[in-house]
């Protein structure tokens, strides 16, 4: 299936839900309606049995360079207020399969808030990063000073956010904001590989994995652990563990179906 909704483009690849990106003229800067055609998709995506995970890309100039600014530039406070947009990045956040992003090119603002909603973040040797809201007047709205304080560090998020300088895709991944850089002539091809590779997984447990790693942002350890092992007891429920153990004491690959 491939479909095109101006301001992106998906396609269902081998299990695999991808969500382009496209508004090559604006360096994917991210409107309004392309926020509600990528949550809408992600959600599609999640509510479909045959996807396994999703993969959020841009093009080679850029992943996204942020909100758009032609929106915002002369909005009131009211205006913004009353828009709610904030409202559609979290449904982001209730997205149960992993989400793989690709990314090239530039990686600010917003884009950047999206990356990092993201759960295995690959860039392309280059790729450059940055908050650099604080350089045109505002901060980050969409999680960037909690999410980034996380990812990297007290120190280095305020670096960032304050100065709203840009980092090259090395240092991003020294920082921990990313999980891993690629050449870039194929960046596409090798994030498309970490989803096959997902896609052969247990699909309930890399749910339940993806949601147990993001309890530790909202939980205390003892909370978290305990999450983390009610999780792990649910998956005895499933055929994938019975299927995944026996397998490996058969010495055969397992063959996961979702149950
Ligand atoms: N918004 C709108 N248009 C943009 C944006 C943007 N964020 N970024 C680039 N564009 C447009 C440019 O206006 C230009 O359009 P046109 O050709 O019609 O003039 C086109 O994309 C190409 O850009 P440039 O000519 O500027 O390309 P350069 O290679 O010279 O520069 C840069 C690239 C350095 C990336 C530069 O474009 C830039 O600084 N962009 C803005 C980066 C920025 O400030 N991002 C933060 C935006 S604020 C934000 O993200 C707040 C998040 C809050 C949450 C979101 C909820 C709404």
Same mark, same amino acid.
């Given at each position: ?79 913004m207020y009353e828009r709610n947009q904030f409202e559609r ?22 884009? &950047?808030?999206?990356?990092?909603? &993201? ?66 002539e194929h960046f596409f091809e090798e994030s498309l590989k970490? &989803? ?64």
């Open positions: 299936m491939t479909g095109m909704a101006n301001e992106i483009i998906t396609e269902i690849k081998n299990g695999i839900g991808v969500v382009r990106l496209n508004r090559p003229d604006k360096l994917n800067a991210l409107n309004i309606e392309l926020m509600k055609q990528l949550v809408a998709a992600l959600e599609e995506f999640d509510a479909d049995p045959d996807i396994r995970c999703m993969l959020i890309t841009g093009n080679d100039r850029a992943f996204a360079a942020g909100a758009d600014i032609g929106e915002m530039a002369e909005a009131s406070m009211i205006e990045w979290e449904r982001i956040k209730r997205v149960r399969k992993p989400i793989v992003a690709a990314a090239s090119g530039y990686v600010l603002g917003g884009g &950047c808030e999206l990356l990092m909603n &993201c759960d295995i973040i690959i860039a392309a040797e280059g790729t450059m990063f940055g908050q650099p809201e604080i350089n045109i007047g505002v901060i980050p709205g969409a999680g960037g000073t909690q999410r980034l304080t996380r990812a990297v560090g007290k120190a280095r998020a305020m670096d960032l956010i304050l100065t709203g300088r840009m980092i090259v895709a090395d240092e991003a991944l020294q920082m921990g904001l990313i999980s891993r850089v690629v050449p870039r970490v &989803c096959q590779e997902l896609a052969s997984k247990a699909p309930i447990a890399l749910r339940l994995a993806k949601e147990a790693v993001l309890k530790a942002f909202d939980m205390t350890l003892n909370e978290g652990l305990e999450h983390e092992r009610k999780l792990f007891y649910m998956l005895f429920g499933t055929d994938d563990q019975k299927e995944g153990m026996r397998a490996f004491q058969e010495k055969r690959r397992a063959v996961f179906v979702g149950r």
